[in-house]
């Protein structure tokens, strides 16, 4: 009853305030867009610390706990920036958010301490807000019926009509809008989505970018890949997106002239995401219709490469399906046909913290996919900030290991997507707001089963527990198909024995064990004297890494050797599937495992001495 009365004073008083204007035009924009909704609390707005880092809010009131998260998390009264304080700070790049009332006293939310606060210096020279711009594609119609005739033969190749792709792009672009506060979002649909207009507004998109700008690519249609005979590829295969004038005569847009025009985008500094909803979309950096048609046969014969890989340089992509795979649509609960991954991404995007890190947001979609879509796997490929960063973020947050709920029972027992590579063994308990999971039995190499405690839906994710025992003891119940060595770089000698020499650099091989190989997805980590993990294969993410035979990984696999020297452990994993989260092979805490199901997987160790 007293916090009610306190309540309505509050209210009666905030109504007739007066609130303080930052000088600086930039202050006054950043103001605006928080006092609009938290002018109740009588507050003034500015950015503080060194790095201008940290959001720092004061009011002329006597605060409570209470008030500052009403404030804070926002509530149905006080909903802000869509949803909250901390959106807005997750969005804006700031570090952390520092709340004062008239009597001094102070909350902190985020990477600030109050410590921190009492001394943190006001910041004078605000930076201008980075723009935050996106083009969103989709194509349900491939009808081409209003154009002209194709100029050659379409072969084998046909156009089904999809029926989600549009759906997508209409969420996200309000999405955009409403919850990241996009200024600039372009949307071609159906057949506005030629070859031209697709080319042209991503040339459009790169002369927008700028240094620290927030730029996404989303396209979401048809699939497919080209003939190039002088490609690098194995199969002499690019893979491609179909535009909405294909059946018209137009080319594919390859991923060789993406890469290109991304690479663009990355050169002039801005924070680059790609999402690709179509078949063979990995290494483009719905009843089940398929979003992807039959290879278009007619040899482009281009040797260019487009670059380095845009992920390799700090973009984000995001991928459907694995480049040899099929991507699906599905009817989603709002009563409209989606692509299988775009929908998990947006439920997993509502249902992720302000703070949550990529790759922890992908593993949220994957595990609702693949509790949908057991056959469909996605995949993440990018640099470890970028995989930290919030989606759509601007700053790294925390590294932490995670798994996801793939599916509940009817009986309550929960399928979890960790297993042997994610250092699990029966007993393990979990622990997620009041939610508990106990691991009752491994499953194979990322699966294991739960017994829970309290409501779960797919999705949740669970953080793993710190120290297991180690990979040293781990005996592979399966012969390994391949042979691990590794190739100096200056003088091309390989070896399997060592010694290896501090400052050299060198990259794997990998030696067949036999002619006629099933396929298989390849990690290489390594323990070095001290008991850190590093993975050294592959380095953005399950692209590409499946093989059959034997093969020099190349660049994909290069490292350096450096201290602490000593005996390192070089591990070779060979899975049936795909990892999730390969970078948990790589974490300070050298995680282990226990025995898994044989055939599905297979570890060879092999110790090379490191010298100075």
């Not at 909250?84 to 001094?104: I, K, L």
């Not at 210096?121 to 989709?138: F, Q, S």
């Not at 690098?232 to 535009?243: F, G, K, M, W």
């Not at 482009?300 to 670059?307: C, H, I, L, N, Y």
Request: glycine fraction near 8%; charged fraction near 25%; hydrophobic fraction near 35%.
């Amino acid at each position: 009853m007293k916090r009610n009365v306190l309540y309505a004073l509050a209210l009666l008083v905030l109504t007739n305030c007066e609130f303080k204007r930052p000088e600086s035009p930039v202050r006054a924009a950043l103001e605006d867009s928080l006092v609009s909704s938290l002018g109740q609390w009588d507050v003034s707005v500015h950015p503080a610390g060194a790095d201008c880092d940290v959001l720092s809010i004061e009011s002329g009131l006597i605060l409570d706990e209470t008030m500052v998260e009403s404030m804070h998390y926002g509530t149905s009264s006080w909903r802000i920036h869509g949803g909250s304080v901390y959106r807005f700070m997750r969005e804006q790049g700031y570090r952390g958010v520092a709340y004062r009332d008239r009597t001094g006293k102070t909350w902190t939310y985020g990477a600030v301490t109050a410590d921190e606060v009492k001394s943190l210096p006001r910041c004078e020279d605000v930076r201008p807000r980075n723009k935050r711009l996106a083009l969103l594609i989709g194509i349900d119609d491939y009808t081409a019926s209003r154009m002209g005739a194709r100029p050659y033969e379409a072969g084998e190749r046909d156009w089904p009509t999809l029926r989600g792709a549009v759906n997508d792009v209409v969420i996200l672009e309000q999405m955009l809008h409403d919850d990241y506060d996009f200024d600039d979002v372009v949307t071609l649909t159906d057949q506005k989505a030629t070859r031209t207009a697709i080319l042209g507004a991503l040339h459009a998109l790169t002369k927008k970018s700028g240094h620290g700008d927030v730029v996404f690519f989303y396209f979401a249609g048809h699939g497919s890949q080209v003939a190039n005979s002088r490609s690098a590829e194995p199969d002499r295969l690019d893979e491609s997106i179909v535009p909405a004038d294909s059946r018209a005569g137009a080319r594919d847009i390859r991923d060789k002239e993406l890469r290109t025009l991304f690479n663009r985008i990355l050169d002039r500094g801005a924070r680059l995401t790609v999402m690709l909803d179509n078949c063979h979309s990995a290494s483009g950096a719905r009843s089940l219709t398929v979003r992807g048609i039959a290879p278009d046969r007619h040899d482009v014969a281009d040797p260019a490469t487009g670059g380095a890989a845009p992920e390799s340089r700090g973009a984000l992509v995001l991928a459907s399906v694995q480049d040899d795979a099929y991507a699906h649509e599905i009817a989603g609960d709002d009563g409209k046909m989606h692509g299988a991954f775009s929908w998990a991404w947006i439920r997993a995007m509502r249902d992720a913290d302000a703070d949550e890190a990529a790759i922890d947001t992908f593993l949220r979609a994957q595990a609702r996919l693949r509790a949908e879509r057991p056959f469909q796997t996605p995949v993440i490929s990018g640099s470890e900030d970028a995989r930290l960063t919030p989606f759509f973020g601007t700053r790294r947050g925390r590294d932490r290991g995670v798994v996801a709920v793939e599916r509940v029972r009817g009986d309550g027992s929960v399928v979890l997507q960790g297993g042997l590579a994610h250092g699990l063994k029966p007993g393990n308990a979990l622990q997620s707001g009041r939610t508990r999971l106990t691991i009752t039995s491994m499953e194979g190499v990322t699966r294991s089963e739960a017994a829970s405690e309290g409501k779960i839906r797919a999705g949740t994710l669970y953080e793993l527990p710190r120290r297991t025992r180690h990979w040293h003891e781990l005996v592979s119940e399966s012969p390994s198909p391949f042979r691990l060595a590794l190739r100096r770089e200056s003088d091309g000698s390989v070896t399997s024995i060592g010694p290896v020499r501090g400052g050299e650099r060198y990259s794997v091989v990998l030696r067949a064990t036999a002619a006629d190989l099933p396929s298989r997805f390849v990690y290489v980590f390594a323990i070095d004297s001290a008991g850190k993990s590093s993975l050294i294969y592959p380095k953005h993410g399950s692209v590409e890494n499946r093989h059959t035979t034997g093969a020099d990984l190349g660049e994909e696999s290069a490292f350096r050797i450096s201290p602490p020297y000593g005996i390192d452990t070089y591990f070779l994993l060979t899975t049936s599937e795909a990892l999730p989260n390969p970078w948990m092979l790589g974490w300070e805490d050298a995680r282990t495992v226990t025995l898994l199901n044989a055939g599905s997987w297979s570890l060879e160790k092999q110790t090379i001495e490191s010298i100075p």
